[in-house]
């Protein structure tokens, strides 16, 4: 796979069963760098077999969902490259789409009632005069912010206290019926005040809609949030939990007297968060009694990225992250939870009709050799309904990763993966550390490994001490002490793979690089003695390089760092980076982006500085109008740009057959 070839990378959206459970509709999004956008249709999957065929013909259509009856299709639409996202539905059986929603920011969500006469949503509301609701007004001529609290800022969005997220209804008219230039409906405004309110769900009977926020006192110093419900115009808002937990999503028991929700704990601080396991609780409806947790808090995962529930009759259907996948539970109160969907692989989205011997259950699922696809789980044995990455697959090809475990110092056993180029070795190696920490490298495409790995590079990828998917005790252990035990299990994996004669390893022909935590790690390896002379060059990219100023301008600052390296001073300097920068004397690319607000562009700007007037060879790659996200959801020819300028720096300092030195300009 070559940097050029990202477009043939799809993203499935979470699936949508119809009613009958003879078909699901699916959105299909790819990068396209000639347009420089995301381009996305929605696709009708038959479940019996055949063909997929595409529904719409949107610039970008995201988000499906049916609805309960069956006869109408609700989608997201940004119709140009900039536009923000709005709520249409169709018939169920194709036609004309209808707009429902003029939302100045864009729509994020939506659920259906019960009847399917009603939609509620989520949306974010500006402040009037700010982006761009007063056309005489523009961006740089807003009036000045009174910012009184420490949750004012949020990657990828920006300032929040002035648009919160609040809760929509609107009636959906017949599609058939109604013009399309124009919004069909009047939606009405659900929630309001200074409060973010997410994860809608109507009560079956259609009288109540369920939701989380934060609304507590002490909201803008804790993670705490809870469950609501109220009215559908808004009134009878009651607190169904009480403040805490962390939820994070919820869904309605089948009969209305039970509300099911994701949530963790953060402690009696409301801050904790370093491997506080997402778990699935359920509460009565009225609130009547405590919250009860259905999943053990030490092993069980529902965190995930993507991670949604989905509640039957047969129990309630979750995503476990666990050993580098993501599988598929079904979760009962008076039972283990049981399996549906595990293997090499993770699942991304899913929907569920029915019950017993007539459940209907479907899921989108990536792995090593596909970015997505829609496999039936339920009637029957497992079969892939879809074929959205045949070109992938017929074209460039994936490597396959190789699964290896490495006895750490302690004996600890580390878990990880080796990506290979072709053909013999020894091959140049590469160590990739992946971000967090609290995430996973796993059973699924990434492509920065298949593009390194087709420059001619061997891809180590480890799960040290700290990751997700092993334990609550595996992940914390990093609190207070990073840079520790993470850093000392990374280094003892990449000389267990080194030692592996199969491999075909070269151990003097090695790099470093990461994003974010990897940013942290890499820029901690190249400064410490056993790994500081080791490396012929490292990327340190969008990394966490300095605790003390990250506190006062990340958008997590004000809790992130306090839990990682401590509040002692010297104890954080003796976590920092920064602190160690006179160590460092390895060639260092950094990269970072303008508008990253998780990491903060001055904490790259600073560490390139330092190596700078040190006289480290050093270089600063810089993205305009990007977010932390850059790799994953940045603009596509910006994501090929860092591919081609990845690929320029190796070639420089760790050459290959297949990414030979470049002639100097």
Known sequence: MRPEQIDLLPTLSAPSLHPDGDRAVVSVVRPDVATNSYIGQLWIVPLAGGAPTRLTRGYRDTSPRYSPDGRLLTFLRADTKDAKAQLYVVAADGGEPVRLTDAPLGVAASVWSPDSRQLAYTARCPEPGRYGTDDEVSADAEPPRLITDLRYLEDGVGYVADRRNQLFVVEVPDPRDEPSDEPAARPWQVTDGPYESTGVAWSPDGSQLAFVSARHSDRERDLRSDVWTCAPDGSDLVRVTPTSLAAEQVAWSPDGATLWFLASDPGPSGVEFIARHTGLFSVPADG????????????????????????????????????GAVELLRIRPDAEPAVLLSGERWVTGHDALGSGADAVVIATVTAPDSPGELVLIAPGPERRLTDFAAAVRSGPGLRPPREVTVAADDGYPVHGWVVLPDGPGPHPVLLDIHGGPFTQYGWHIYDEAQVLAEAGYAVVLANPRGSAGYGQRHGSCVAGALGQRDAADLLDYLDGVLADPALELDPTQLGVMGGSYGGYMTAWLIAHPRSADRFAAAIVERGFLDPASFAGTSDIGWFFGDALVGTDAEQVRSQSPMAVIDQVRTPTLVIHSEQDYRCPLEQSQRYFAGLQRRGVPSQFLVFPGESHGLTRTGQPRHRRQRFDHVLGWWAEHLPTKANPARPVA
Do not use: I, K, M, W
Not at 298 to 318: A, I, M, N, P
């Open 288 to 323: 009547s009694t405590a919250p009860v947790r259905h999943t053990p808090a030490e092993t069980v995962d529902l965190g995930e990225v993507g991670s949604q529930l989905t509640v039957t009759g047969d129990g309630v259907l979750v995503h476990n992250r666990t050993r």
